[in-house]
């Protein structure tokens, strides 16, 4: 999906390319906390009932998202020296995203192993194979969705067609040996159940993957009929304040100032100024 709004809005400017970190770090990190919580009632709603399904999705999705933030930072300590808390949030954001297909289907054991590669792999992608790739470069990803959802999404995927425990798929979809993750396909000498399984979720990738393409390709092919996707290189370089007269973000004396008379607002008077008027009333 990146991809086709990429292919179509364009890139953002060379320069805000080069560095952008978030504008507030600590309302990322709420942001971060609410997405977890929600996460943790998305997962575990599933089942449409509160039973044994719903609470080891639960559990599962904690730890496995738990898993994956802790190896994300030792992979930032290991090679940058040390940990951040943007990588925090992605590594957080890549195990929720990874055990999602697997939450209520697979053991604790198999959590665990999918946040260890739901935070090391997506890493991998986005701070080696990203920055090496003359055609990722290409594509201007702003949030890395690509790395975050795509990769840890089909990663998930594919780790639920070998963990998935029979028992539990019995539990959830009511039907006993017909799903079984390819791990105990060997373990039970149903290989063909389990080669099966893993094909499965291959294909689902597969439709995912192109359903997000053509739509997001037609979206975005009619919008621009309608409103232009892309501002001007010159409005690009002043950015909210072209397109809407005001800025996203303005720090006290800039922005849009308001005349305090059209308003009928006082303008703030600094402590300073209070100071030197109470002395002058004390006189």
């Keep these: 999906?990146?991809?086709?709004?990429?292919?179509?809005?364009?890139?953002?400017?060379?320069?805000d390319r080069e560095s952008?970190?978030?504008?507030?770090?600590?309302?990322?990190?709420?942001g971060a906390g609410l997405l977890w919580m929600g996460w943790t009632g998305f997962n575990g709603g599933d089942p449409y009932a509160a039973n044994i399904d719903a609470s080891l999705a639960v559990?599962?999705?904690?730890?496995?998202?738990?898993?994956?933030?802790?190896?994300?930072?030792?992979?930032?300590?290991?090679?940058?020296?040390?940990?951040?808390?943007?990588?925090?949030?992605?590594?957080?954001?890549?195990?929720?995203?990874?055990?999602?297909?697997?939450a209520g289907v697979v053991q604790g054991w198999a959590a665990i192993i999918m946040g260890v590669l739901s935070g090391s792999i997506p890493w991998f992608t986005m701070m080696v194979v990203h920055k090496k790739s003359a055609i990722l470069q290409k594509v201007d990803d702003t949030m890395a969705v690509l790395h975050t959802h795509a990769i840890a999404g089909s990663l998930g995927g594919i780790l639920s067609g070998i963990f998935?425990?029979?028992?539990?798929?019995?539990?959830?979809?009511?039907?006993?040996?017909?799903?079984?993750?390819?791990?105990?396909?060997?373990?039970t000498k149903q290989v063909k159940l389990g080669f099966r399984q893993l094909g499965v979720q291959l294909l689902g990738i597969i439709f995912v993957t192109l359903l997000n393409i053509i739509v997001t390709s037609l979206?975005?092919?009619?919008?621009q009929y309608i409103v232009p996707l892309?501002?001007?290189?010159?409005?690009?370089?002043?950015?909210?304040?072209?397109?809407?007269?005001?800025?996203?973000?303005?720090?006290?004396?800039?922005?849009?100032?308001?005349?305090?008379?059209?308003?009928?607002i006082?303008?703030?008077?600094?402590?300073?100024h209070r100071h030197a008027a109470g002395q002058v009333e004390m006189t």
């Design 1 to 15: 999906m990146c991809v086709c709004v990429s292919g179509q809005v364009g890139p953002r400017l060379s320069k």
């Design 20 to 30: 952008f970190p978030p504008n507030n770090i600590l309302l990322m990190l709420a």
């Design 59 to 102: 559990l599962n999705t904690h730890v496995c998202t738990a898993t994956s933030l802790l190896t994300w930072l030792i992979f930032d300590i290991i090679f940058f020296r040390k940990p951040s808390v943007i990588g925090a949030v992605q590594g957080m954001i890549t195990g929720l995203v990874c055990i999602t297909p697997a």
């Design 164 to 187: 998935a425990e029979p028992h539990l798929n019995n539990i959830f979809y009511g039907n006993y040996n017909k799903y079984i993750g390819l791990f105990y396909g060997f373990n």
């Design 219 to 223: 979206i975005c092919v009619l919008l």
């Design 230 to 264: 892309r501002m001007s290189e010159e409005d690009m370089a002043i950015g909210d304040e072209a397109a809407h007269g005001e800025e996203a973000y303005a720090i006290w004396g800039q922005g849009e100032k308001m005349d305090s008379s059209k308003y009928d």
């Design 266 to 272: 006082e303008a703030p008077v600094s402590a300073k």
